[in-house]
């Protein structure tokens, strides 16, 4: 063995009990915090920090990472939000493109094509069970997700939280986990992870978050003359 090498030795064997008992305490607050009635606690302070607005408009970045490729597809655009039920999120960069979503239904347009096509909920529940999740974690109802979602607690502040969706979840054929991260203040999400069973992961970066302002009327049509 050379010199030195069987002091690296000691000094690991030395700390090690150390570093056992710092995992084990760690894990036992892990689960200590993820206490389902811990867990619907801390969605409830959330929500009471979150939820208490009628509409936002923001900016977007989207990171679309494929597990087949090394490069992010990114791409930038806004998104306004008006309770109970309409989102509208337009992307700017690279590509101009448009989607409206009600209650009822969702609408899309693409700069390449000029055309607008629109699908009913009614007849698209598994869409209409994404929007209601989007709209969700949007409007800050997180405890909306227990149903569908083992909920977990990753950081209590600035808070951090993952979804699992659980086996009868219709989302469970595509999605392995969803995690949300917030800002400092709480105040609001800051970014959302999705990583898809395939692999693929894409995350959204939240910027400039307005709440309660005038949302121009324009925001709310598909098409876009700009």
Known sequence: MKSGKWLFYLAVFLVSGLLFDNTSAAQAETAKINQPHAVVDFLQQLEAKTA???????EFIQEKELAAFQNKLVIKGRLYLLKPARIAWHVDAPLKYSVIITDKALKQWDEDTDQVQEISFA?????RTMFDYLNGWF???YSSFLKDYEVHILKRKPAMLEFVPKPESLTKKFVQSITIGFLEDESYLK???IQDVSGDKTTIYMENTVFDAPIDSAMWE???SE
């Open 222 to 224: 598909c098409r876009r």
């Open 123 to 127: 007849e698209n529940p598994v869409i």
């Open 191 to 193: 970014w959302i992870k």
């Open 139 to 141: 409007k800050g109802n």
């Open 52 to 58: 208490d607005f009628n509409s936002l408009q923001a």
